[in-house]
């Protein structure tokens, strides 16, 4: 098989503890086609330092620094703009790839011409690189080939849960980038606080099937300073769920009921247990909202209401009239069942 280009975008700011091991575990891959693009958000520590050493020694990297910090979403848009490989990929500059990673990918999607993702199995470390003691995941299949898109995303709504992993772990056609990043960062107007990395395989997923390997070909540090680990951002991405639910059952991904109401009440007890954690007097707020819509939208399964018009959200039907439904009672018109994000 032929090496074509494959792109490799790192997004970073302030990340020079372990952006050295990032790129060296990129720059060594067994594959060596590679365009290098990483996108400096303006950081304050050796970031810049360390990039410029390393884009001096390795003419595949290119380095695009802001002047000013525009968040993740700007330095990530910045990147596709760079984007020149037939494959391409996000590595997020904590995270660290198998030897192997990129050529397994890259043969997976050539061998299949009609997945539309390739990703594998990942694991999960520590601000030091050692494997948490149980977090190994379970394989989502035994041995390499092609996942059904569709069913795959039906597992990981019924989970509520990212089956596929992060950013990091998924290598993509750049033809397909143009769908997989369609309102980057928002769903139905609205700002994603977690899920956009999701979405974007679920938009994948809906075109077709996805390429899989059961080897662990990334690892995913977990340490104190990353985005992940705020409780505030913990508590907000619990709003995410029951709107990307409603949104795959709007967009065809979620048509039987049952799954559908499976997955709200999988994200429903999510945020009861939030609720009623040391967080929750706090923090509660976007979960106590994320939890009014799951209630909503099981009470549209069970009253059979179909609830399919792709222009009208889930939170905007969650008025008064379905809240006293759900109630078994009535509730004033002037009442806004919708919560304000007060944390």
């Known amino acids: 098989m032929d090496t074509p280009l494959v792109t490799v975008l790192v997004p970073t700011w302030n990340g020079a503890v372990h952006l050295r091991a990032t790129l060296r575990s990129i720059l060594t891959q067994s594959y060596k086609n590679l365009q290098v693009v990483v996108g400096d958000d303006a950081s304050t520590d050796d970031t810049p330092s360390i990039l410029a050493a390393v884009a001096e020694a390795d003419p595949r990297v290119e380095v695009v ?57 990942r694991l999960h470390v520590d601000a030091s690189g050692k494997e ?26 019924r989970a509520g849960a990212n089956l596929v992993g992060e950013p990091t772990t998924v290598l993509m056609r750049s033809a397909d980038l143009a769908a997989a990043t369609e309102d980057l960062g928002f769903l139905d107007g609205e700002t994603l606080w977690t899920l956009t990395d999701f979405t974007m395989w679920l938009r994948l997923l809906a075109r077709g099937p996805a390429f899989y390997s059961p080897d662990a070909l990334s690892r995913f540090r977990h340490h104190a300073t990353q985005d992940s680990a705020d409780a505030r951002l913990i508590s907000r991405g619990l709003l995410d769920w029951p709107r990307v639910v409603d949104w795959a059952h709007r967009s065809g991904l979620l048509a039987d009921p049952g799954d559908r109401r499976a997955a ?37 399964v069970d009253a059979g209401v179909v609830g399919g018009d792709p222009d009208v959200p889930l939170a905007l039907r969650a008025g008064a009239a379905p809240v006293g439904a759900l109630l078994g009672t009535s509730v004033p018109a002037h009442v806004d069942s919708g919560l304000e994000l007060v944390s």
């Open 132 to 157: 948490i003691p149980g977090s190994a995941e379970r394989p989502l299949a035994d041995r390499s080939g092609l996942l059904d898109g569709s069913d795959l995303v039906v597992r990981c709504l």
């Open 264 to 300: 709200y009440a999988q994200v429903l007890g999510r945020c009861a247990a939030w609720l009623i954690g040391p967080a929750g007097a706090d923090l509660g707020g976007p979960a106590a909202r994320a939890a009014l819509l799951c209630l909503v939208g099981m009470h549209e």
């Open 65 to 121: 620094t802001h002047p000013v910090n525009g968040g993740q979403f700007v330095n990530q848009l910045a990147l596709l703009e760079r984007v020149r490989g037939e494959f391409v990929k996000f590595v997020m500059h904590d995270d660290v790839l198998a030897t192997d990673h990129v050529r397994v990918l890259v043969r997976g999607l050539q061998a299949h011409p009609e997945a539309r993702m390739a990703f594998s199995r």
